[in-house]
């Protein structure tokens, strides 16, 4: 299936880029196609969730990772996968927030599920939007001058 990037303006889908464009040039007038909508995860919102697992981990009663952080927190969560190995055994494991295994909203539910988690259980008190707005913050690019 041949993909193409389109970003929406006002109640219409228009081509971001040069393929994209061609691409829509090739389809007729009034013919009919059938479009699978798929939103692009954010890159800015991954860097929260590492900017949020690096804070957890300075938390941390034992010293840890940023990465043990995130294991320890996808469970914690239920973002989950089973693993079964040949001996019959099977062992629960953190499942992969990389960017093709997640869609945006699926995305958004988790970060939003470990935004509260963290507040509830590790920064007891902690509003939710607080907690993204110093996210925010963390991430934000410095100015140099």
Request: aromatic residues 8%; charged residues 25%; contains cysteine.
């Amino acid at each position: 299936m041949t993909q193409a990037l389109f970003q929406r303006q006002l109640n219409a889908l228009r081509p971001t880029d040069a393929m994209s464009q061609e691409m829509l040039a090739k389809i007729k007038p009034g013919e009919h196609v059938r479009v699978e909508i798929k939103r692009l995860r954010n890159p800015r919102q991954h860097r929260l969730f590492w900017a949020l697992m690096g804070m957890l981990a300075n938390y941390a009663e034992h010293p840890c990772t940023a990465a043990e952080v995130s294991d320890w927190i996808k469970i914690a969560v239920g973002h989950t996968c089973v693993a079964h190995y040949p001996d019959g055994t099977s062992q629960v494991k953190p499942a992969s927030i990389a960017f093709g295994n997640m869609s945006q909203d699926k995305w958004e539910t988790f970060f939003n599920k470990v935004v509260d988690f963290a507040c509830t259980k590790i920064l007891h008190g902690t509003d939710n939007e607080d907690l993204k707005a110093e996210l925010n913050e963390m991430i934000a690019p410095r100015s140099t001058t």
